[in-house]
């Protein structure tokens, strides 16, 4: 009898953790691939939040990659090793927003001009649409937030590659659904 | 018998060796690519001699790390915290994967890479990072 309990138990969560697994595949291509490398993290998270691939197309992680370039990077240096440089450009290269088949980087990638090449996230169409509403207030003048470039100041889900709207918390403001 | 409780050992002291604080080494590596005799007081100097930048504005160490090495410092354009850079004061990781100053080599060439190139617009040769390795060591 308690073994078969036990079994009951033991199947009762795998179910659950099945059926977990199930619903979060489903959404799985919703947002922009998650970035976990731990190079990638330690060589450009160390400055600002470690920007997904998937943000921007192939062409604008090949330039920006560049020695030259990494040596100004927006006025930085952010040179890296020769073979970390190699291998995270091609970690980006290989996720770029124009290769994927997650939703927001599609819509991203969709909304360069082919002949465009940016370099910063915030410049790209897509991004600049969705931050209409992102006034001063809410940036720009709020000590905690300062710049759009700080995407995870209010992405709070921007870890996984969510970057829905009810995921969306300003500091000094709250959530952005409740704001509207 | 003997091999396998060295191994033993070492596995146990592993990750306690992998956080030491490396400074000692990299001045013997400095000497050995031929920098000699490393001045604190020339790196203490040199902490807070500040150069002009291209764009005009004086630049030092100091701009971003505070010329109290003690204290937390501040990235002039981001505004980002940045941990202190003296040994005695106790590691607080500021974010997940942080880990505790000097114990990584590469990283240690990185930033002095990355930020003599910024101060001083060129690389530091090996007498100026013994020098400053010498001064940073004792805070």
Known sequence: ?180 | MKKVVILGLAICFAPALAQANLIPEMLSQYEAEGGSNFDAAAGKKMWSQEFASEDGDMRSCATCHNSDVRTAGKHKKTGKVIAAMAPSVPFVALEEGDEPRYTDVKKIEKWFKRNCKWTYGRECTVQEKGDFLMFLKDQ
């Open chain 1, 1 to 180: 009898m308690k073994k078969v309990l036990l079994f009951a138990v033991v199947m009762m969560f795998s179910g659950q953790a099945l059926a977990e697994d199930f619903f979060s595949n489903l959404f799985r291509f919703k947002g922009v691939k998650p970035m976990t490398d731990k190079l990638y993290k330690d060589s450009c998270g160390e400055c600002h939040f470690a920007y997904q691939a998937g943000l921007l197309p192939k062409r604008s992680w090949e330039k920006m990659m560049l020695a030259d370039q990494l040596s100004d990077h927006f006025g930085e240096v952010a040179d890296l090793e020769e073979e970390d440089r190699i291998a995270i450009r091609d970690m980006l290269v290989a996720d770029a927003a124009d290769t994927s088949i997650y939703k927001r980087s599609m819509k991203i990638d969709r909304s360069i001009p082919e002949n465009a090449t940016p370099l910063r996230i915030t410049e790209t169409p897509y991004i600049k649409k969705k931050h209409k509403e992102m006034t001063d207030k809410y940036v720009k003048f709020n000590p905690k937030v300062k710049s759009l470039i700080n995407c995870n100041t209010c992405h709070r889900e921007i870890e996984k590659g969510i970057f829905d709207d009810d995921t969306v918390l300003i500091p000094n403001f709250g959530y952005w659904s409740e704001i509207e």
